[in-house]
C-alpha cells in the first residue's frame, strides 16, 4: 500500500505563487507514474498535470507556462509549484500515483478513481 499526503495550498491573491507537495510513503517503490488533479466547485475532477514513468511531462492547456511539476525521488515527494494563479484556478487538488508503467496519453484518458492511489486532497483558493 501506498499513502499520499498533500500539503501547501491555503489562500493566496490572484497573480501569486504556491507550491504544492505530495508526500508518499509505503511501498514507495512500486510507484511509476504520478500526478495532479484538480476539483473545482461545480465542476469534474480534470488532470493538471502528469508525470510518466519515463519522466515525461505534460499539463492541462489551462495551467501550461504556469505550473511545474517534479518529482524528488530521493524524499519521495511529488511538487507542483503554481506561479501567476488565476482565481479559476481555486480548486481542491489531488495527487495521484500508479503502479503502472502509464504513458502520459493514458494518463490523461484515466478517470481519477482508476489510479491506484489517490490522496485526500489539499484547497487551494485564488482570490481577486
Known amino acids: 500500500q501506498v499513502q499520499l499526503v498533500e500539503s501547501g495550498g491555503g489562500l493566496v491573491q490572484a497573480g501569486g505563487s504556491l507550491k504544492l507537495s505530495c508526500a508518499a510513503s509505503?511501498?514507495?517503490?512500486?510507484?511509476?507514474?504520478m500526478g495532479w488533479y484538480r476539483q473545482a466547485p461545480g465542476k469534474q475532477r480534470e488532470l493538471v498535470a502528469g508525470?510518466?514513468?519515463?519522466?515525461?511531462?505534460d499539463y492541462a492547456d489551462s495551467v501550461k507556462g504556469r505550473f511545474t511539476i517534479s518529482r524528488d525521488n530521493a524524499k519521495n515527494t511529488l511538487y507542483l509549484q503554481m506561479n501567476s494563479l488565476k482565481p479559476e484556478d481555486t480548486a481542491v487538488y489531488y495527487c495521484v500515483a500508479d503502479r503502472a508503467d502509464l504513458s502520459i496519453a493514458t494518463m490523461t484518458i484515466l478517470d481519477f478513481h482508476e489510479y491506484d492511489y489517490w490522496g485526500q486532497g489539499t484547497q487551494v483558493t485564488v482570490s481577486s
Open positions: 509505503g511501498s514507495i517503490f512500486s510507484i511509476n507514474a
Open positions: 508525470v510518466a514513468s519515463d519522466g515525461s511531462t
